[in-house]
């Protein structure tokens, strides 16, 4: 299966996220998350063990996210890198077009500091 172009796979992955608050949650402590629904989710750098790095052969690069997707439904399904800045300004607009515009709020503070560190 082909993956979606990478803002697209960030609202297909968001979407299918049952509580869309707990979202900013999870972006703000850098953990991934997945549904068992037809197998969505994010993995952080972070999230991975020595496992998945070793045997696995996966690899995140600093800054990046690795969203997948069908996992479960169409397996393989498919899997894509993206930038987590990406990933947290379409987290934003999926909050705010869904009025959890105090979630929206939280995700943009963490997005700034994100981008003023990386000056």
């Known amino acids: 299966m082909d993956a979606?172009?990478?803002?697209?796979a960030c609202r297909e992955v968001i979407r299918e996220w049952s509580?869309?608050?707990?979202?900013?949650?999870?972006?703000e402590r850098r953990q991934g998350?997945?549904?068992?629904?037809?197998?969505?989710?994010?993995?952080y750098p972070e999230d991975?063990?020595?496992?998945d790095i070793k045997v696995d052969a996966i690899q995140i690069p600093t800054g990046s996210l690795l969203l997948y997707g069908f996992a479960f439904a169409i397996p393989p399904g498919y899997e894509v890198l993206v930038e987590e800045k990406l990933y947290l300004g379409t987290l934003i607009d999926v909050l705010w077009e869904r009025g959890f515009t105090a979630d929206a709020e939280r995700?943009?503070?963490?997005?700034?500091?994100?981008c003023q560190s990386s000056r």
Do not use: K
């Open 4 to 8: 979606p172009e990478p803002s697209a």
């Open 19 to 27: 509580t869309l608050s707990e979202l900013a949650d999870f972006a």
């Open 33 to 43: 998350y997945g549904n068992s629904n037809g197998g969505f989710g994010v993995i």
């Open 48 to 51: 991975l063990d020595e496992y």
């Open 107 to 114: 995700v943009t503070a963490l997005l700034n500091r994100q």
